[in-house]
Each structure stands twice: as structure tokens, then as C-alpha cells.
Nanobody, 124 residues
Framework: QVQLVESGGGLVQAGGSLRLSCTASKLAFTNYAMGWFRQAPGKERDFVAAISWSGGTTLYLDSVKGRFTISRNNAEKRVYLQMNSLKPEDTAVYYC?????????????????WGQGTQVTVSP
């Protein structure tokens, strides 16, 4: 079955950087838009960033614009989230997701497959 596996999470001080990766298997990767969502304890899962199947179009949550960058490598079936200038409010479990429509979306309901998540903790 389709698998999305995230990696790269960890503990970092405020102002630091992390790079998350998501590797897909058994997925026609180039047909899918990819997204990153996050969920903090006691809160809903929120959209962070998304990228079209070609990589030509991206979407971002307003609060991460200019700090986070989403990218993809279709040959390796990977999507990345480069996170700079991290803030304590970025602390959450980050999830990778795949959307068969191919165009980036901020809607949770658009996504067909989800990874298990990776924890990002930003200390003050």
C-alpha cells in the first residue's frame, strides 16, 4: 500500500532551522500534489504548505511565508519542508500528505494519503 514516511524532526532553539523530508512509496508521485500539515497538542491539524505535482506552484500558511520553503524531487519521490527562523509556536507534529488532484490545496479534505508524522519542538 501507499506509504509516506516523514523524517527530520527534532528539538531546536527558537531562531534555528530544520529540514523535514517525506519519502513516498507505491505512489504515482508525479501525479500528486504534496502538502505539509501540523498538529499541536489539543488543536486541529492545520495546513502549512503545499506544492503542485510539477513543483511550479506553491501555497503557504501566512504565518510561515518567508520562513518555510516547500520543494520536491520527483525522481526520488520526496518532498521537503525547509523551516528557518523557527518559533515556539511552530511546535507540532508535522504530517506529509498526498493529493491526487495534482494542484496544491490548503484543505485537509483534499488529501488522500497521510504519513505518520514527525515531531518538531522549538524551545524559547
Amino acid at each position: 500500500q501507499v506509504q509516506l514516511v516523514e523524517s527530520g524532526g527534532g528539538l531546536v532553539q527558537a531562531g534555528g532551522s530544520l529540514r523535514l523530508s517525506c519519502t513516498a512509496s507505491k505512489l504515482a508521485f508525479t501525479n500528486y500534489a504534496m502538502g505539509w500539515f501540523r498538529q499541536a497538542p489539543g488543536k486541529e491539524r492545520d495546513f502549512v504548505a503545499a506544492i503542485s505535482w510539477s513543483g511550479g506552484t506553491t501555497l503557504y500558511l501566512d504565518s510561515v511565508k518567508g520562513r518555510f520553503t516547500i520543494s520536491r524531487n520527483n525522481a526520488e519521490k520526496r518532498v521537503y519542508l525547509q523551516m528557518n527562523s523557527l518559533k515556539p509556536e511552530d511546535t507540532a507534529v508535522y504530517y506529509c500528505a498526498a493529493d491526487r488532484l495534482g494542484t496544491p490545496s490548503g484543505s485537509y479534505f483534499e488529501y488522500d494519503y497521510w504519513g505518520q508524522g514527525t515531531q518538531v519542538t522549538v524551545s524559547p
